[in-house]
């Protein structure tokens, strides 16, 4: 550990975390692996991995730094109906519980609850009022979102979206700092809740690569298993969850695939990871629109449940290229992005014009982009897309990762952007 300063302790309240798979266990996980090099010691507190409905992947575990602390809780069973599923629900009282003892017996500094879980952010408001500790809330997601249907009375989004607006501000209330993955995820909380302006540090910071993630990769014996190298097409891998507002967009690729069949007679888009349940392999939700456009089996092909993490990492590495997809909304920033880069694999992207995720790729040199402005321009997607696959199988023919610049990308390094957590955290705690 370089610098001189005196080592701070910070608690992270993350229900989920390695063994868990899912995805958002990551920014915990990135955090606590880099916060000892900027004076600040992390202690986990998470739920048992027994009380975990998600499949566990132990490999994840392997990638934990050796010395972190973590500390495990119980929870409520989930029952069957399943009438309490969300495990911030279900561990809320043992999460306070044990958080109340470290906070009084550690002289912990500072208390950080990224969420979803979004429950656990009333964690940071009630153990401020019981303890005086200085707490932060980091949205990995927007708690109170509109999804479609919400405006539709009584309808389940709808039950969502107004628990959502009762809950959000009693938990920021008295909320030392605001983070999120990007502004946009916290942007509309700062203006629900204007008394945060003079109170509380906010900063976004995206999902950091991690590079030592891919080294675990060639240093082990996962094969790819999905799909298999075929002599003749390219084969594109897109991982990870689909978000409801990019599916207008997919829409829009499919359209033009289908409308120009013999430019896309080499190419295979494999979509992992993208169903609606994530242990569920029939839960499909890219099919129906691969059907819809006669793509299916031929372009297109999608395997819904969640597979490991390293399992991923895998085929990316076996792919020959990376597909990013964005959302109508300009601050979705794909994680996916870092990941194809530190892959090593060239990257076709769709991206509002506005996403940061954009301005990575073009920085790093990393791949194509076809670029659209909001949901009042995605039938340029339809008319432009044909040509951006000319261009990326162009770019494919020479590409060469040495070429990609890598400095570039180090400022969106998970070490980097846990520099910038660490200062905002010094910030906040030099505030009386």
């Not at 958002?24 to 606590?32: D, I």
């Not at 896309?264 to 242990?279: C, D, S």
């Not at 995605?378 to 494919?396: P, R, V």
């Amino acid at each position: 550990m370089g610098g001189n300063f005196t080592v701070k302790k910070i608690l992270i309240i993350s229900p989920h975390f390695p063994p868990s798979n899912l995805a958002a266990v990551h920014r915990s996980r990135l955090f606590a692996q880099h916060l000892p090099a900027f004076g600040w010691q992390p202690i986990i507190l998470t739920v048992h991995e027994k009380f975990y409905e998600e499949k566990q992947d132990h490999n994840l575990e392997k990638l934990l730094p050796v010395n972190l602390r973590i500390e495990k809780v119980t929870a409520l069973a989930v029952t069957k109906p399943r009438l309490i599923g969300d495990i911030g629900l279900r561990a809320f009282l043992p999460l306070y519980k044990r958080a109340k003892q470290l906070i009084q017996k550690e002289k912990i500094n500072f208390l950080y609850i990224p969420i979803p879980s979004f429950y656990c952010a009333l964690l940071g408001r009630w153990l401020h009022q019981s303890t005086g500790i200085k707490y932060g809330i980091d949205y990995i997601d927007p708690w109170v979102h509109y999804f479609p249907g919400s405006e539709k009375l009584f309808s389940r989004h709808w039950f969502s979206t107004q628990i959502a607006r009762f809950l959000e501000p009693i938990a920021v209330k008295k909320a030392s700092m605001i983070t999120g993955v990007a502004e946009g995820y916290y942007k509309g909380v700062i203006e629900r809740n204007p008394h945060l302006l003079q109170q509380a540090v906010v900063g976004a910071m995206p999902y950091g690569g991690e590079e030592e993630d891919h080294m675990a990769v060639t240093k082990s014996d996962l094969k790819p298993y999905l799909f298999k190298k075929k002599i003749g097409k390219i084969q594109l891998v897109y991982a990870g969850a689909m978000l409801p507002k990019a599916y207008t967009v997919l829409e829009k690729i499919f359209e033009s695939i289908q409308n120009n069949p013999g430019e896309f007679e080499n190419v295979e888009f494999h979509f992992i990871g993208t169903g609606k349940l994530p242990n569920d392999m029939a839960s499909f939700n890219i099919k129906p629109v691969a059907e819809k456009y006669s793509l299916w089996q031929k372009v297109v092909f999608e395997y819904p449940q969640r597979i490991p993490y390293l399992d991923v990492l895998v085929h990316l590495n076996n792919a020959d290229g990376i597909f990013i997809l964005g959302s109508i909304e300009p601050h979705y920033t794909p994680s996916k992005v870092y990941q194809g880069i530190l892959a090593g694999k060239p990257i076709l992207a769709v991206l509002h014009a506005k996403s940061s995720a954009a301005a990575i790729i073009e920085e790093a040199a990393a791949g194509k982009i076809l670029t659209f402005d909001g949901a009042g321009d995605i039938a340029s997607i339809n008319q432009n897309f044909s040509t951006s696959w000319k261009h990326f199988t162009n770019y494919l023919a020479s590409f060469n990762p040495e070429n990609v610049n890598k400095n570039a990308f180090n400022k969106y390094s998970a070490h980097t952007v846990t520099k910038e957590l660490a200062e905002l955290l010094n910030s906040v705690i030099k505030q009386n």
